[in-house]
């Protein structure tokens, strides 16, 4: 087999190249010791040898007059054993200590191995070498995957206010700090008596916290998370300086009038609301609202707009909520106890009758779909259809008590009367989509139109007949102006607000009657249905006319727990957020705008200079 160079090694003598003219296979004259290499073209880059620390370099040698000048140079060639053997070193042996390349032989790579059987092998000194070796092995550059951008990042140190709803807020006795609501086991069960309603007095609200103060946020009841989820999250963004997060609660049973005028009280003594704060002008507040918190922040916001950042609303029922009729009507209950949200106390409750629907449509013909218009802020419309057994007692002996009805619960109501429920709702989905829908798992602290509480002391009224009409005269009125308020144009620029509302689960938007006496009568149980969160309509968690949202979201969840949803509520935050941040860009380059204006207006039009004064200019 021919080859043209190879290495002779001796034991008792250095590595010296030597030249044969054609070698046969079948010869003996080869000796055992001299192994053929084969010459591999590689690029002479010094800098890259120079820094490939696994390489054995062995001594220089000294080329001499008599070497053949065919000789292919070391700074183009890499010997490789042919055989390409590979042996792993064992463990216990360590490696050899690396030696600096020599400047006179970094153009001669060299992989040997002195302990391999053959004259040379490929070399290897452990990890470092190799992770060395792969170091200089370009790599193509992969894009990097990253995880879509948390919404809640766009949080740069603003305050942020939660608002809860109706029943949504923490009440506890002011005197033995024991929870009244929501009340606990012995509470729940009956077993201890709480009484939440408020005296018919006309400035009865104002003095409550004598007796009932609110003591924080209901966050979660048992294993249903309200909100919990969402404070969580924002109190680890508060950790790291992102946001500072405040909780308004509040007595969710006096006026609204009254509870907004202490939001905007709470809203003023924020560090974002004082001026000269931190070198900073007053900024406001991020409000999430939910319910009617939001009721209660947009009131506050048609005052003093300037208070706020931005708003999120998140299911606020701006039009109406009629399943307020039915704790009106008869009472709600909590667990086993039926006095706490009794038919006296939810009519004693100011806030009660700002869910009522100002249009007045609530009841319609189950035949030819007729609207039945009542004036719900009239207390005569009160007086004739019995809408509260404590101003009337009409329909009181006829009124029909049966389990309470929802739709995506089973109940014990007559065949005949769940068929024709079935029949007549006007569901704004198929059967198919309503059975997909999502449903709160408990729905006990929210308003049932189709209440089951039980006649009897729960209609119990500690005042007269008088002091009680005369009380829903004054509180219809005062709610009909506040809610007069809410629908008002803006006179001042807005900041953002964004809408969180829900369209997935079937909710009352009317009951269907046979005739107009059955509304006295009580017989409410045949509903109409729509598109909402189960308790709001998606139609009445828009905003009012004159108002414009930067985002619409909707959300999967219920009624109670849509403030859960961080995704949801996340998108609207960073959507308000990017709003109030292009607006005070806006701001900044009209403000600079006015600026050149007034400047050129002065270049165009000087002030006159008396000659006195130009006299005195010159000579000085």
């Known amino acids: 087999m021919p080859f043209e160079n190879f290495v002779e090694e001796d034991s008792n003598s250095e590595l010296k190249p030597s030249r044969g003219d054609e070698v046969s296979s079948s010869s003996n004259d080869i000796p055992s010791n001299v192994i053929p290499h084969i010459a591999i073209p590689f690029p002479s880059i010094s800098h890259i040898a120079e820094r490939i620390p696994f390489l054995h370099h062995p001594a220089p040698r000294e080329l001499t007059e008599d070497a053949d000048e065919n000789q292919t140079p070391p700074s183009r060639s890499l010997f490789v054993n042919p055989r390409r053997l590979i042996r792993v070193r064992p463990k216990n042996r360590r490696a050899p200590p690396l030696r600096p390349p020599n400047s006179t032989s970094n153009k001669k790579l060299e992989l040997t191995r002195t302990t391999s059987s053959y004259s040379e092998s490929l070399h290897t000194h452990g990890t470092r070498r190799l992770k060395a070796f792969v170091h200089f092995i370009p790599v193509p550059s992969m894009p990097k995957l990253r995880h879509p951008k948390d919404p809640f990042e766009c949080f740069s140190g603003e305050d942020v206010v939660l608002l809860a709803g109706y029943r949504g807020s923490i009440l506890r006795d002011a005197k033995t700090k024991k929870r009244l609501w929501v009340p606990v086991v012995r509470a729940g069960l009956n077993i201890r008596k709480i009484d939440l309603a408020i005296p018919l007095d006309e400035d009865a609200d104002e003095h409550t916290e004598a007796t009932v103060v609110p003591d924080g946020m209901l966050t979660r009841m048992g294993p249903v998370d309200f909100s919990n989820k969402l404070i969580t999250k924002l109190q680890q963004l508060e950790k790291h300086g992102k946001c500072r997060v405040h909780i308004f609660d509040y007595d969710w049973r006096i006026s ?365």
């Open 256 to 620: 609204p009038h009254l509870i907004s005028h202490r939001f905007q009280e709470f809203l003023e003594r924020l560090p974002c609301n004082q001026p000269g704060m931190a070198g900073h002008p007053a900024s406001g507040a991020l409000v999430l609202a939910h319910s009617m918190g939001g009721l209660i922040a947009h009131h506050a916001l048609q005052s003093k707009p300037h208070l706020f950042s931005g708003v999120v609303y998140c299911s606020t029922p701006f039009l109406q909520c009629i399943s307020i009729l039915g704790p009106l009507k008869r009472g709600d209950s909590f667990l086993a106890n039926h006095d706490i949200l009794s038919a006296a106390a939810t009519f004693s409750m100011r806030s009660s009758f700002i869910f009522l629907p100002e249009s007045g449509e609530c009841f319609f013909n189950r035949r030819t779909r007729e609207k039945y218009i009542l004036e719900f802020f009239d207390y005569k419309t009160w007086l004739e259809y019995g809408l509260s057994p404590c101003v009337s007692d009409v329909g009181s002996s006829h009124d029909h008590h049966f389990p309470s009805l929802h739709p995506t619960r089973t109940c014990s109501m007559p065949t005949t009367r769940r068929k024709s429920l079935h029949e007549d709702v006007g569901l704004a989905r198929t059967k198919s989509q309503a059975a997909k829908s999502t449903t709160p798992p408990r729905r006990d602290i929210e308003p049932h139109m189709q209440s089951d509480a039980v006649e009897g002391k729960n209609y119990t009224l500690r005042a007269t007949r008088e002091h009680a009409i005369e009380y829903l005269k004054r509180t219809l009125e005062k709610t009909r102006k506040y809610k007069q308020e809410l629908f008002a144009e803006p006179k001042a620029p807005m900041p953002p607000i964004a809408v969180v509302y829900a369209v997935n689960t079937p909710t009352i938007r009317g009951s269907l009657v046979e005739r107009r006496e059955d509304i006295k009568t009580g017989n409410w149980w045949h509903f109409s249905f729509g598109p909402g969160d189960g308790v709001v309509l998606a139609k009445s968690a828009q905003l009012p006319p004159g108002f414009s949202a930067v985002a619409r979201i909707k959300t999967d969840r219920g009624h109670v727990q849509i403030m859960n949803d961080l995704k949801a509520v996340g998108a609207a935050i960073k959507a308000v957020i990017l709003a109030k941040q292009s607006q005070e860009v806006e701001e900044e380059e009209y403000e600079s705008d006015e600026a050149l204006g007034e400047v050129s207006e002065e270049v165009l039009d000087p002030a006159p200079v008396e000659v006195s004064e130009l006299s005195e200019f010159i000579c000085s």
